[in-house]
């Protein structure tokens, strides 16, 4: 679990790095050009720094070892992070689609800024750098199983898309349309809203006790028996807890066994488990006479 939480903080530590820095070029570059979809995206990178904080905090309170109050352990914690990122996110798309609209409501009214080449470069090296990181961090999401660190690859995405709308607008009002710009924050707005949505509804499954996926269960299921000793499993169920696992199970064994036999049977195979698959925290097995 140590090395688990090293992980997660090294990779969140280069998200942090690469959000300021990002934030700080699309700024920069959509006053200098004029170009209202990179300030949008500029504020979108701003989220994510914000966003990679919470999952600094997340990881390391879910890490915390159980104690009294907390038998089971924290790691939900790490989903009530995740849920708390999908509504900073929700609120930045709202903010930005809302600005889009004055925008693009009031271009009768109101000449349009033709952004300028500044705002091109910078939503190209905002594409290749954000793309890079959301490889980058989903790789370690898996790697180590956090709910948390998997949302910020996707803030990542979400990010990535948005500067590929921004590029789309900038572009096309430099030809000639204007209102392609703050067209492109509408753009923006519904990546982050979908990335905002998918996270907490992603968050909310694993917060209520959901079961795990079938290719771990049909893993499981191998596993169990491949052991000679067992007949049949009688019974099996999971629940994810946080990004842990949990199983409850029922096996059948000869019924003529001794008693120290047969829970050495059952020690074998809890142990094995837990060994051979990371994110099962713990697994209760109960015997039954065949």
């Not at 959000?19 to 699309?26: M, Y």
């Not at 030809?175 to 707005?189: E, H, K, R, S, T």
């Amino acid at each position: 679990m140590e090395k688990q939480i090293q992980i997660a903080m090294e990779v969140s530590q280069k998200s942090l790095a690469v959000n300021i820095i990002l934030s700080a070029i699309k700024f920069v570059a959509g006053v200098v050009a004029n170009s209202g979809a990179m300030i949008s995206d500029a504020i979108h990178s701003a989220s994510d720094v914000f966003s990679t904080i919470i999952v600094m905090i997340g990881v390391k309170l879910s890490a915390k070892e159980e104690d009294a109050d907390h038998p089971y352990g924290h790691e939900r914690l790490e989903c009530v992070a995740a849920i708390i990122l999908a509504m900073l996110l929700l609120l930045t798309g709202i903010f930005i689609g809302y600005e889009s609209v004055q925008k693009i409501l009031s271009a009768e009214t109101e000449e349009l800024a033709v952004p300028g080449t500044l705002a091109i470069v910078a939503a190209v090296v905002s594409i290749i750098a954000k793309e890079m990181m959301f490889w980058y961090t989903r790789h370690f999401a898996k790697l180590i199983h956090s709910e948390a660190l998997m949302a910020d690859a996707w803030h990542h995405h979400s990010d990535a898309l948005s500067s590929v709308g921004a590029l789309i607008g900038i572009v096309g009002a430099r030809m000639g349309l204007p209102v392609l710009d703050p067209v492109a924050g509408l753009f923006i707005c519904f990546f982050i809203a979908k990335a905002a949505f998918d996270i907490f509804r992603d968050a909310v499954e694993k917060m209520v006790d959901h079961n795990c996926d079938a290719a771990l269960e049909n893993a499981l299921r191998e596993k169990i028996l491949s052991y000679s000793e067992i007949h049949s499993i009688d019974l099996m169920k999971t629940r994810e807890f946080g990004n842990r696992v949990y199983i409850e199970l029922e096996v059948s064994v000869d019924g003529n066994l001794p008693l120290i036999e047969a829970h050495e049977i059952a020690e074998n195979l809890h142990d094995d488990i837990e060994k051979n698959f990371p994110s099962v925290k713990h697994i209760m097995i109960h015997l039954n006479p065949c």
